[in-house]
């Protein structure tokens, strides 16, 4: 017989919240106020091919905050310097680049640069009621922290783990690991809910946990080796999330 699942954990960007407008539209609207007209679609486009080449948000585990926090931001910069065109760590892409990377790193550690969906709350709220612990897996940086907070999400949740921090971002195990650990619960006994087919679904199954693809935008078909939702109301219908109070 399969354990019953004790705790819940979620992705954060694209499953919690996605961006109030697309990246590129961000970006464009920030770099105007330094005088440079970019085509949000083409910084979107740039925004998404750089991002796959990036090296893994992830950072040796136990490394010192304030050195986390400053590779972070050094690891951003160094993906929005190419997206406005170049790829020399060193050169600015435009005069005033530094302040404008600043205030759009600024950006997006706010609520007000992220939608939430509008069943997310209750939702997290009803699972929480029917005894089940909560916690985010996520290849965010340190600023998720003070963005749950922001937006009045900080209080469901009772383990946050960040990629940075972890040492490891999904698809590897060892994330999966470091947050059950941290939950106190086994694989078996703990669901990941994310909007990702790998980096959530797959990466989930490998470690033994109960995956449940959240697909807002119903860009996926139904698969039978997972769970399907279009939505946070659908995850209080499953049977295997009735949790102590059921």
Not at 158 to 174: N, R
Request: glycine share 10%; net charge negative; proline share 4%.
């Amino acid at each position: 017989m399969a354990s019953a699942i004790r705790a819940v954990f979620f992705d954060a960007g694209g499953t919690l919240f996605e961006p109030r407008g697309s990246v590129g539209e961000i970006y464009s609207t920030c770099a105007r106020r330094y005088g440079v007209m970019a085509d949000p679609a083409e910084l979107q486009a740039r925004f998404v091919r750089h991002f796959g080449e990036q090296p893994a948000l992830a950072f040796a585990k136990g490394t010192e905050p304030s050195v986390v926090i400053a590779r972070e931001k050094e690891w951003w910069k160094r993906l929005v310097r190419r997206v406005f065109g170049e790829a020399d760590e060193v050169r600015r892409p435009f005069a005033g680049f530094d302040d404008f990377f600043d205030e759009v790193y600024d950006t997006f550690g706010g609520c007000e640069s992220w939608q939430l969906f509008p069943d997310l709350g209750p939702s997290l709220a009803g699972l929480r009621r029917r005894g089940l612990r909560l916690g985010v897996i996520s290849n965010f940086d340190s600023r998720l922290f003070g963005l749950l907070e922001a937006c009045a999400l900080r209080q469901y949740f009772d383990v946050v783990m960040v990629s940075t921090i972890a040492g490891a971002a999904k698809p590897s195990p060892a994330i999966f690991e470091e947050a059950l650990a941290s939950m106190g619960v086994s694989a078996g006994e703990a669901a990941h809910v994310g909007d990702h087919p790998v980096e959530d679904v797959e990466a989930a199954l490998a470690v033994g946990l109960r995956a449940i693809l959240l697909d807002h935008h119903r860009r996926f078909a139904d698969n039978p080796r997972f769970t399907r939702v279009t939505g946070f109301g659908q995850l209080l219908d499953l049977d295997f999330l009735r949790g102590e109070s059921s």
